[in-house]
């Protein structure tokens, strides 16, 4: 900095204290304080920078110890590669610069840096350590770039060499520059925070004094807002509060006077607004916003009484909507909100005042909302009409004691207005309304769309409509005048006989359906309703006929039904008129003792047919089946389309004996059979135009389920029917099959180890354990995770129980995504301790997770969020995963292989194999099923198959495992025929992780 710089920054120091003695002090203050943080400061840098020497020293002094410790065994065997291999684990070490393991003599016998391997140490340093006796860790160097430190590798307690650290001191070096940059920043703002603090303190002695000046200026531009705000007893305080009640005393006689004037103004211009709105609600919000923004009101709002005894805002001013949406006021006097100033008013029939609302006691529910929206008076006026108290006028003022008696007056005068409107807007409206209702009734009755005529006491017809005309034929001429059996309109029922006129007398009213007829002799259904009128006085003066026609209404009730309970395709009973029959013959058989039976047919491989010929083929085969099935069954049973390409048949009283009823079910049954495995003959649309004759076979699977009385739920009954179908399509297709109760605690089974399978899921039941793979040397190379169920009744459940049953309920996939996470964690876990990180590890997968268009990216995030090595990861297949989608399943297994990740296939020759497949497969490995491995003799089929596999995995380069490896024999003889890897109990069964992870590092 310039001589220059230095003497203008010293005197605008020296001027900016000259200036005020507050200042100055600031200055001393905050110039002794960065002396002491700066001191403070270093001091704190000075320990700071040892603390981390010492950290680097004892970080490099264990490293070096571990590497002694864990190197001494190659040092003594003299194997350079496992020395090498050792120092490997240290390369990712942060801040090392090298580690390396000496000869005594100061050969570099293994280095992180492995083009010194062989070489000698010649620096001073190393030539010093080699020379020391006794041999003991030594720290060689340390200073701000580097820690080297050495550990004697002994054995025996002889030295045989020495293992060395060397870490850089970059990091140490960054956080004392971070532990500096932060104190400087800490320094810097604690002055300027004492600064500030200082200016506080000195500006404060002052500032009664320029409060009081301020006062005195407003006062002199004519304000009359401003008041001294000193507290205290000194003279300067004493001072203000005279000068605040002078001013309170003045601004209280001009404020009362514009308060009137302003009262007087917003009566004014309300009653302007009587005369000029149109609708109560818009005049009563108008006289809501005029009081408020002329008197400077806080809130006005008027409140309606409805018939429950609460009163309810109707419109309100535009300012404090928060309050008005809390408000809640009965007139109840014993409800809590009773007590507001508006129910009072309403109560008492006259204006209630409360000046001061945040100090009555039994207004205190609303005093928090007071608070918050600056009420502090408040009063409420009756508001009238037609004489009787329909709600009221609630004000709200922001100062306590607004409402005088001058005020009170001119509110209490201005509501009596408002209540005169309203009684105007009510005559008003009554006089449009008889207008309104005039007009509607003739235009009600001429456009009605029902007939309607008129007729006296007589029942002459006095008035027609234009649609009685339209419907009857006759016009308005030939019928007034006339009596209704005059017409003819209604010839079937006598001009409508007398009693319908006496229905009519005695209960004021007849409605019905009759059958109608026009004037050209056509005859219609019609509802007709027949009205008696009387006067006031209970006198007998008109009748009034109304009709419509109702043809349409009646074929829709036909439609309607047909569409409820038939089917549209095949006009067979749907499911719903099926369930209704079932539950009559239910009842019916068990009236008359006998058995009934319900036969549920599926047509068989009727999807190929919709999929590769369409579904005008598909509707063709389902009515022609319906047709068959209605000759193949008597006339008293039912066929109905259940739904799709389902049938069912109700076989009602077959007979009294179930063995007999069981013997003609299946006779019918066999007939249905028969009659449906004939041809059928559809008709298929060429591009070219017309029709071609399709021959198509098809055939149907029927389930029988027999019952008696109505002891068993019909939805139960199809239950079982569709069971034994099910059973039926198993067993072959085209057969039936009759319901056994077997079959039915079977699927109880089954749904009830579904629901333990959901459940296991949900509660973490699930754990996985892991077998060791080991080569030919009996060396571990990795581990097949197989997975377990804890269930807490059952036990441990194998996966040959619970595996199947996943598949096809679709849990596996869930359940494989969680063993994928387990086993990408157990990888990465695996992967950190030195024992286990070269091994793999297997796990299987189902064909719908590879089936999955996003499993890769699933694979891929588990990877990712676990840390795992995709390398170490094996996903096993079984063939038959492969069917079914091999162009997908390849298509897949490439996108996995481009992360890392390798195939196995799982129980090799035991599906469905094919060379094609496996030569275009991406697979890894292949592994020989323990079936194969446990048969094994020297010669026998066993034996020949597992030859054969070990020849192709070496003809496609494929690693061969075998797995099921019981035997020393069996080991024995897969060595021979050239296998390498080995799974089986004789090496050990699947563990769970601990205790196989305490293989390697117990």
């Not at 001058?406 to 008889?434: C, P």
């Not at 006598?494 to 002799?521: F, H, I, M, P, Y």
């Not at 099910?726 to 079959?743: E, H, I, S």
């Not at 996939?813 to 996470?821: A, F, S």
């Amino acid at each position: 900095m310039s001589d220059f710089l230095r003497f203008r920054l010293w005197a605008s120091l020296r001027r900016f204290g000259r200036e005020s003695i507050h200042r100055r002090l600031a200055l001393a203050f905050g110039g002794v304080s960065l002396l002491m943080m700066l001191g403070l400061a270093g001091l704190l840098l000075k320990q700071q920078q040892n603390f981390l020497d010492q950290a680097g020293i004892l970080r490099a002094k264990t490293l070096a110890n571990g590497l002694a410790n864990s190197s001494s065994s190659w040092v003594l065997a003299n194997d350079v590669a496992g020395l090498q291999e050792v120092l490997q684990g240290y390369a990712d070490t942060p801040n090392l610069i090298r580690a390396f393991v000496l000869s005594p003599r100061g050969q570099v016998l293994a280095s992180t840096r492995s083009n010194e391997t062989g070489l000698y140490v010649t620096d001073e340093l190393s030539q010093r350590l080699l020379g020391r006796q006794p041999a003991t860790p030594r720290l060689i160097l340390a200073d701000r770039d580097m820690i080297d430190v050495a550990v004697p590798i002994l054995a025996n307690q002889r030295l045989v060499g020495w293992a060395r650290i060397e870490l850089d001191q970059q990091a140490t070096q960054a956080n004392l520059r971070a532990v500096a940059i932060a104190s400087l920043q800490f320094i810097v703002a604690t002055v300027l925070i004492l600064l500030l603090v200082s200016l506080w303190l000195s500006t404060s002695l002052i500032k009664p004094l320029q409060s009081l000046m301020g006062v005195a200026s407003a006062i002199e531009t004519g304000s009359r807002t401003e008041r001294s705000r000193l507290e205290g007893n000194n003279e300067i305080s004493q001072l203000g509060r005279s000068m605040n009640h002078m001013l309170d005393t003045l601004v209280s006689s001009e404020q009362q006077l514009d308060l009137l004037n302003r009262v007087y103004a917003a009566w004014t211009e309300s009653v302007a607004a009587i005369a000029r709105e149109a609708d109560e609600y818009s005049l009563l919000t108008r006289i809501c916003n005029i009081l408020a923004e002329k008197i400077r009101l806080r809130l006005v709002f008027v409140g309606m009484l409805d018939t429950s005894g609460r009163i309810d805002v109707l419109t309100h001013s535009d300012s404090e909507p928060g309050y008005i949406g809390k408000l809640h006021i009965s007139i109840d006097p014993r409800s809590p909100y009773g007590q507001a100033v508006l129910a009072r008013a309403i109560r008492q029939e006259q204006p209630c005042i409360l000046n001061d609302f945040i100090g009555e006691p039994d207004t205190r529910i609303w005093h928090e909302s007071a608070r918050e929206a600056g009420i502090r008076s408040v009063a409420a006026f009756p508001l009238l009409r037609n004489k009787r108290i329909i709600g009221g006028l609630a004000v709200y003022s922001e100062r306590a004691g607004f409402f005088s008696d001058n005020i009170i007056t001119l509110l209490n005068g201005l509501v009596n207005d408002m209540s005169y409107a309203l009684d105007n807007f009510d005559r008003e409206r009554q006089r449009k309304q008889a207008e309104i209702e005039l007009a509607l009734a003739a235009s009600v009755f001429e456009n009605s769309q029902e007939g309607i005529l008129i007729t006296d006491a007589d029942k002459t017809i006095l008035r027609v409509n234009r649609m009685f005309s339209e419907l009857t034929g006759y016009a308005a001429e030939e019928c007034i005048g006339k009596t209704l059996r005059q017409i003819a309109c209604w010839p079937r029922q006598a001009a409508l006989d007398q009693t319908v006129w006496d229905n009519a007398d005695a209960q004021q009213c007849w409605q019905g359906e009759v059958d109608s007829c026009r004037k050209d002799g056509r005859h219609y259904p019609q509802w007709l309703s027949l009205i008696k009128v009387v006067n006031p006085q209970g006198n007998l003066t008109h009748y009034v006929v109304t009709f419509t026609d109702i043809t349409e209404r009646k074929l829709n009730e036909e439609r309607i039904y047909k569409l409820a309970f038939y089917d549209p395709l095949t006009d067979l009973p749907n499911r719903r008129l099926l369930l209704e029959k079932l539950e009559a013959a239910l009842i019916a058989n068990q009236r008359k003792g006998g058995y009934g039976a319900v036969m549920f047919l599926d047509l068989d491989r009727f999807k190929i047919l919709n999929d590769t010929q369409g579904h005008n083929l598909g509707d063709q085969l389902l009515v022609e089946a319906g047709r068959r099935l209605c000759r193949s069954v008597r006339e008293v049973d039912t066929v109905a389309r259940h739904g799709g390409d389902e049938f069912v048949v109700l076989l009602g009283e077959l007979s009294a004996d179930e063995q007999t009823a069981a013997i003609n079910a299946q006779k019918i049954g066999n007939k249905i059979l028969n009659e449906m495995n004939q041809i059928y003959r559809l008709l298929q649309a060429n591009p070219e135009g017309g029709t071609a004759l399709v021959e198509h076979y098809s055939s149907v699977s029927i389930g029988v389920a027999l019952f008696r009385g109505a002891d068993i739920d019909s939805e139960e009954l199809l239950k079982q029917a569709d069971m034994a179908m099910y059973q039926a399509k198993q067993a072959g297709r085209n057969t039936l099959c009759l319901f056994d109760p077997q079959m039915q605690a079977g699927l109880n089974k089954r749904a009830a180890l579904e629901a333990d399978l959901r459940n296991g899921l949900e509660q973490n039941q699930f754990k996985l354990f892991y077998q060791v793979q080991v080569d030919r040397h009996g060396r571990p190379v990795g581990a097949e995770a197989v997975l377990r169920w804890e269930h807490p009744r059952r036990g441990l459940v194998e996966p040959g129980e619970f595996i199947g049953l996943a598949e096809e309920s679709g849990l596996i996939v869930v359940l494989g995504r969680w063993v994928l996470l387990e086993a990408c964690a157990t990888l990465a876990n695996w992967a950190r301790q030195p024992a286990m990180a070269e091994l793999s590890l297997a796990v299987n997968i189902s064909a719908k997770q590879l089936r999955q268009q996003d499993f890769a990216a699933q694979l891929q995030g588990l990877l990712g969020r676990t840390g795992a090595n995709p390398q170490r990861l094996r996903l096993e297949i079984t063939e038959n995963a492969v069917l079914g989608g091999v162009e997908n399943t390849i298509a897949m297994m490439q996108a996995l292989n481009k992360l890392g990740i390798v195939f196995s296939m799982d129980d090799f020759g035991t599906g469905y194999s094919s060379l094609t497949y496996l030569q275009r497969l991406p697979l890894a490995q292949i592994k020989i099923d323990r079936s194969f491995v446990g048969g094994l003799n020297d010669e026998n089929h066993h034996a020949v198959i597992v030859r054969i596999i070990l020849a192709l995995g070496n003809s496609l380069d494929l690693q061969v495992i075998a797995e099921g490896v019981e035997t020393e024999r069996q080991l024995a003889y897969l060595v021979a025929n050239g296998c390498r890897y080995f799974q089986g109990y004789l090496f050990g069964g699947p563990e769970p992780v601990a205790q196989f992870n305490a293989r390697f590092n117990g």
